[in-house]
């Protein structure tokens, strides 16, 4: 059974850091995309960060380019959004995704939500001003 355990989200100020972690199960990490969205109240989810297992490419969503990395530890079977200079607007509940295999690249996939074939719960982050 495919499951996404992902957790790690709490409350920062703006300007501080978080480190969400999606911890996968029933798959391996052979060939897959490893999704990161979030949900603002009010908002549709949007994307926030792909990654593609097979040849380690990103992508991101420019909201975030150059404050988010994702990265991942195969080993662990986990997949991790290391958040930096955080913004009030960043709070929303955020939320893992796969797609195995992968339909389409990073950059696409980032964007287009439909593709995930499964969804994990979601961890809220709150940044104060």
């Known amino acids: 059974e495919v499951q996404l355990q992902a957790s790690g989200g709490g409350l920062v100020q703006a300007g501080g850091s978080l480190k969400l972690s999606c911890a996968a199960s029933?798959?391996?990490?052979?060939?897959?995309?490893i999704g990161w969205f979030r949900q603002a109240p009010g908002k549709e989810r949007e994307g926030v960060s792909c990654?593609?297992?097979?040849?380690?490419?990103?992508a991101y969503a420019d909201s975030v380019k150059g404050r988010f990395t994702i990265s991942s530890d195969n080993a662990k079977n986990t997949v991790y959004l290391q958040m930096n200079s955080l913004k009030p607007e960043d709070t929303a509940v955020y939320y893992c995704a796969t797609d195995l295999p992968p339909s389409q690249s990073p950059s696409q996939l980032v964007r287009n939500l439909d593709q995930y074939d499964y969804w994990g719960q979601g961890t809220l982050v709150t940044v104060s001003s």
């Open positions: 029933g798959f391996t990490f052979d060939d897959i995309a």
């Open positions: 990654f593609s297992s097979s040849d380690g490419s990103t």
